[in-house]
């Protein structure tokens, strides 16, 4: 399988690509031509950047991967976001972890999991699911 990387970008009222990777000679020493194409909406690049590929190569097994160049503030706030999740998703992973090593300990001690429940301030659901890991 050939993955392809596609770069896309606004372009007035269309969503204009290129495909560095498909190039040819230009007419112009020193120059090539860059195979490129539009689409009307962000969605439809892939198929069109197919649809372009498959006439430069006719290679039908193929991964396209479309890369949009988004305006500089956007781009840092997607990237920002993007990193809080990464690091709220570590810190839930951790807080189970650690409710489910209070739960372990308590019910090595004996409590019943509707005490344990009480104490911790979860369900009794929760402290069932934290028990069977």
Known sequence: MTVYDVTSYRDGPWWTFEIPALTSPAPAKGRNIVAMGQAR?????AREARDVIDLWTDDGDIEVRVHYALPDGVETAVHSA??????GRAALDEAA?????????????????????????LSRQRVQQLSAV
């Open 97 to 121: 972890a650690l409710r489910r090593k209070a739960v372990q300990e308590l019910r090595s001690q004996g409590l019943s999991q509707a005490d344990i429940a009480t104490l911790l301030g």
């Open 41 to 45: 909406r962000a969605e439809d690049v």
């Open 82 to 87: 993007a990193e809080r999740e990464e690091r």
